[in-house]
Nanobody, 122 residues
Framework: QVQLGESGGGLVQAGGSLGLSCRAS????????MGWFRQAPGKEREFVAA????????YYADSVKGRFTISRDNAKNTVYLQMGSLKPEDTAVYYC???????????????WGQGTQVTVSS
């Protein structure tokens, strides 16, 4: 099984930047891609970004394109999310996830972690 541990997050003013990281441990070889979802209060969890472990393909939600950048460090089994031009509507708990195939790119086969809170003040 793959275990995921998020870090980073915090409080930032609108227009600011923040970085998140997620380290995978366990059966990481079974992971095809990793990425991020987020969940705002009273809303469903939504996809944010994903990156394929091999190659350079990245995927973003329309709401974050051009503002967020996902990257990876294969040697460290770590995925990063650099968030810029943050808006109050980006406020949410951000969860790291792992996908085991392209057909299930937007589904996590690993248990969800505790997530990390990102709060953007206006």
């Amino acid at each position: 099984q793959v275990q995921l541990g998020e870090s980073g997050g915090g409080l930032v003013q609108a227009g600011g930047s923040l970085g998140l990281s997620c380290r995978a441990s366990g059966r990481t070889f079974s992971s095809y891609a990793m990425g991020w979802f987020r969940q705002a209060p009273g809303k469903e969890r939504e996809f944010v970004a994903a990156i394929i472990w091999s190659g350079s393909n990245t995927y973003y939600a329309d709401s974050v394109k051009g503002r967020f950048t996902i990257s990876r460090d294969n040697a460290k089994n770590t995925v990063y999310l650099q968030m810029g031009s943050l808006k109050p509507e980006d406020t949410a708990v951000y969860y790291c996830y792992a996908a085991d195939s392209y057909s299930k790119l937007y589904n996590s086969f690993a248990p969800w972690g505790q997530g990390t809170q990102v709060t953007v003040s206006s």
